[in-house]
């Protein structure tokens, strides 16, 4: 007998079928061993020794697979073609060592990357040993989140009483959305004006033409910054004859996208079909899993956790012949695509996400999936295809305008694009995370140099600029990735998390810095500034890379990077609360205290008038109060713009003639009786909570 020892019961059950009565597929349900959460489980003192706690949940399983090696010969640790999944194995090998399980058993380790009849088979006629360096980089991964996070969270809540926790690589996403926040608060406006001309030609064909120079001088964007000087301008077109200058058209091409890695697949899908990063991977591992097609279990797509582009050629072959059947002879390019990963720190050892058998169309499998499921496939399908379609044919013109009012010299553009030939756009065109205006995808009239144009109308208007906009889900990922921060096993993980924490907020599909975690990073940045740089990251994600392809020692790493972090710890023991909530009082200023539109001090307390507004610390977190405290008793959240952290009047009491106000205190709303310059001295305003 055989023992094959996968993650999942489904996909225990799906590989049972296909290796038949001689082999035991057997679920270990994830990892079976992690780091107990107590001090001590790494000794930076021992060389790292790592202490390795068995799930309990996880003893009954590993109990079982050690009875099912009594009567086998051989044991195959088929868990998933990653780093993880690596560990996983080695887990459930030292467990079996420990408890006297293995005997003269073959010890084999086979990867798969789909899990179809061919993809098992195949990968049991070609079995290996565990592979060490991918171990010590899990080792040496596990090992760094876990002094982060057992030496960074009590420094955390000693000197920021209400702080939760800081992790190595969520700190980071979580700086990346805070600083925006701060970007955001910072930001001035800036008015501009544009005039955008609608003008016709000979024929009666209406086009827009925007204003892009005067007197010899361009014109950009943010260069008309008055009214008064846009009516100059309008005055100048509205007396102005128009003739064509120039017309240039130029041909362009325009390649599909590559196949799906982990990445674009959780911000397509976030853009397209507004599923979060964690619930794509759910209906992802599924979809891999195997789904019940005609009487076989069947894996629908290759391995989710990926940052590889390429795919398998026989996949290229059938794509081609897809797009043959289906687009004809025209979409299918002379020769197949291939592709290239871009994002740092890329390991290819992995296909892109793809259909297992591109001739299973979406419209066909709808029947057989639930509606999420049947929406995903169909995505990857969709982007699987058209990454081997012909590329789109466009033609860029550009028409240049003059326009001549007595002296002056004005010039307009009009810019349009026209698909001569759509190629893989008939299929797939892949979603944006910000909708900005494309004038270029406008079709323009023909024209001809020197022919005389007619003014129809002229749009003259006013804007500002606006900030940088807040990260949604995908672009979060997106930018994590460009910084060579997470791993695509990581991404939705790290987003999970801040969101658990109540670090961050999801609002209308954009990330929002909550308070609690606006400190943290405020805090990070000040007293562990080099822990929160992309760079220093980055670099890590890099050496941990540089492990797994047996380049470097793990526990050199963990050397290097304990013996500057501890000495960071040491450093400010010695800190007051006090001095750690001045600093954070500066840094985050901007948003604790926007600007009144009285103009007033923004320190200035509203309810004593004396005295200053600052940050203090109490069990629930950071709050704002009065310097009069305790015979000022003001308090309110830091955000200064929300509704709830705004005092409102709910009427008058009957009885004293006082007003009763609804309060945001660091508790919770309340409600009082008046305020303290109402009451005699030393005696407090009547309240009430809010339950």
Known sequence: MNIVIVESPAKAKTINKYLGSSYEVLASFGHVRDLPAKNGSVDPDSNFKMIWEVDPKANSRLNDIAKSLKGATRLILATDPDREGEAISWHVLEVLKEKRALKDHKIERVVFNAITKQAVTDAMKHPRQIDGALVDAYMARRALDYLVGFTLSPVLWRKLPGARSAGRVQSVALRLVCDRELEIEKFVPREYWSLVATLTTPRGEAFEARLVGADGKKIQRLDIGSGAEAEDFKKAIEAASFTVTTVEARPARRNPQAPFTTSTLQQEASRKLGFAPAHTMRIAQRLYEGIDIGGETTGLITYMRTDGVQIDNSAITQARKVIGEDYGNAYVPDAPRQYQAKAKNAQEAHEAIRPTD????????????????????????????????????????????????????LELRATGQVIKFDGFLALYQEGRDDDGDDEESRRLPAMSEGEALKRKDLTVAQHFTEPPPRFSEASLVKRMEELGIGRPSTYASILQVLKDRGYVKLEKKRLYGEDKGRVVIAFLENFFARYVEYDFTADLEEQLDRISNNEISWQQVLKDFWRDFIGAVDDIKDLRVTQVLDVLDEMLGPHIYPPRTDGGDVRQCPTCGTGKLNLKAGKFGAFVGCSNYPECRYTRPLAADGEASADRVLGKDPETGLDVTVKAGRFGPYIQLGEQKDYAEGEKPKRAGIP
């Open 358 to 409: 591109l001739s299973r169309r979406p419209a066909e499998m709808r029947r057989r999936l639930d509606t999420d499921q049947a929406r995903l496939y169909e995505l990857i399908w969709i982007r699987t295809i058209a990454s081997q379609m012909e590329s789109a044919e466009l033609e860029r013109t550009t028409v240049d305008i003059t326009a001549k009012a007595g002296a002056r010299v």
